[in-house]
């Protein structure tokens, strides 16, 4: 297999062409150079010399750029946003600064057969890095990917192996199999690790927004796309393209929070590659699997993650009552809700009333007072219910992936589904971190995710 990799450039290096008259615009070009921003936002600068009025408005009026260069297409959905004039040395020159959405660079006009969509914000610690559990070998750096984990004794000196990929069979599926592999360092931003998804055969749009969702899922994070390049049935690129992040989104604060995930763990925790492939196979064809559909309500839950902590109870709650909708149950919400859960096995009931657990049961209260705009003054106290009211979603969602277990967010410890939050576990760990008062939710989860790996209960 080759490595793609290194024709798609992330756009880390900012990608300038001279003297362009090819163009939808007939108006020369001296310089256009398209680069990332610090948020990983695409930009556009044009160049242009002696323009007319009428061709100034044109520029600024600019939607759609498309122009050949080495006889590849280029278009540029973009917006005007700047205008700089140079006089002096530079009498006579504009430039105009557009925001772009998406970049796409067409090598050819082939039938499209396979994907290969690029997101930042992959898993970053070495505890669930074991979830790459392929080998790769790469010979005078190019990359031969392996699926099983026999070493090639006759690989040679110019050779090295490194686990940084999974595949994942999908029957009844258009893409049949796809692999979730690491990006080389030097095609991402330093500030966060990358991950690819790459479909072996072309899927539906609607079966990559399932695998996107369900890795979101997966890994705790959320998976912000940036790029896809497209193949033919002989590994020719077709087409790469570059996208910005959605609107609004502060990228490197994104990719610097800690995992939040109550599966990935069980997952990675064997440590052997065909337990690890097995795991992560029955969870994705289960949810692929589903008659009903979940994609409303895992929006809202990778929504959750990154979300501002103030308001994160809030967007998990929604994503519970848009799931209890989803599966028919009425009434008020917290009837629906309880109701729902309680159908999925999780709960006790005496009499009409339905409880979850001890901490389970307070979570709506503090989610009404934060939805009626009471401050919560105790931010550790809203940080750790966070975590697990997002725990209490993740058991919901598992009982559907058939999955007995999940790990406790809040304590460390892995708990059977039907289990709630250990009462006085979790106390214990919030008196610990009673000692230091935050007031930022990512410190607040590094220093809970350090003791509770190294803290006996």
């Known amino acids: 297999m080759q490595d793609y990799l290194s024709q798609w450039e992330y756009l880390q290096n900012p990608r300038k062409f001279e003297d362009i008259d090819n163009t939808n615009l007939n108006i020369h070009i001296d310089f256009l150079t398209i680069y990332r921003d610090e948020q990983y936002n695409i930009k556009m600068e044009i160049t242009v010399s002696d323009i007319t009025p009428k061709e100034e408005q044109k520029l600024k009026r600019l939607s759609t750029l498309i122009f050949k260069h080495n006889y590849k297409l280029n278009k540029v959905y973009c917006h005007y946003k700047q205008t700089e004039r140079f006089y002096d040395y530079y009498l006579g020159k504009y430039i105009f600064t557009y925001n772009v959405s998406e970049y796409i660079h067409n090598h050819s006009t082939y039938n499209k057969s396979r994907y290969i969509d690029w997101f930042l914000n992959n898993v970053k610690y070495s505890s669930n890095k074991n979830l790459f559990c392929q080998y790769s070998e790469y010979h005078n750096n190019k990359l031969i990917k392996r699926y099983d984990r026999t070493v090639n004794k006759n690989i040679g000196q110019n050779a090295r192996l490194a686990l940084d990929h999974i595949t994942i069979s999908c029957p009844g599926t258009n893409f049949k199999k796809f692999t979730l592999q690491y990006v080389n360092d030097s095609f991402q931003p330093k500030w966060s690790n990358s991950v690819a998804i790459e479909y072996h055969y072309k899927p539906s749009e609607d079966e990559r927004e399932k695998i996107h969702s369900i890795l979101n899922f997966i890994l705790g994070r959320k998976l912000i796309k940036v790029g896809t390049t497209t193949l033919d049935y002989n590994n020719n690129i077709v087409d790469e393209r570059s996208i910005s992040p959605e609107e609004g ?20 925790k064997p ?6 492939i097995r795991k992560l196979s029955s969870i994705i064809n289960n949810y692929l699997s589903l008659d009903e559909d979940l994609t409303s309500t895992l929006n809202l839950y990778n929504q959750s993650l990154i979300s501002n902590p103030n308001l994160e ?18 009434g008020t919400a917290k009837i629906r809700i309880y109701s729902f859960i309680y159908s999925r096995g999780i709960g006790t009931k005496d009499g009409d009333i339905i409880n979850l657990g001890d901490v389970e049961d307070n979570l709506r209260n503090i989610r009404n007072n934060v939805t009626h705009g009471v401050i919560i003054k105790d931010k550790n106290h809203l940080y750790l219910s966070n975590l697990a009211y997002r725990v209490l979603y993740g058991r919901i969602l598992c009982t559907f992936l058939k999955v007995n277990k999940y790990y406790d967010l809040t304590t460390g410890k ?3 589904i039907e289990e709630s939050i250990d009462k006085d576990e979790y106390e214990k760990i919030s008196n610990i971190m009673k000692k230091h008062k935050y007031d930022n939710s990512r410190k607040f989860y590094m220093d809970l995710f350090h003791i509770i790996k190294n803290i006996q209960l």
């Open 249 to 268: 989104f502060d990228v490197k604060y994104i990719c610097d929070l800690p995992e939040k995930s109550i599966i990935l763990p069980l997952i990675v």
């Open 271 to 276: 440590n052997k590659p065909e337990l690890i």
């Open 313 to 330: 109870i809030i967007v998990l709650d929604a994503s519970i009552e848009s799931f209890a909708q989803s599966m028919g149950f009425a």
């Open 414 to 416: 892995i708990r059977n």
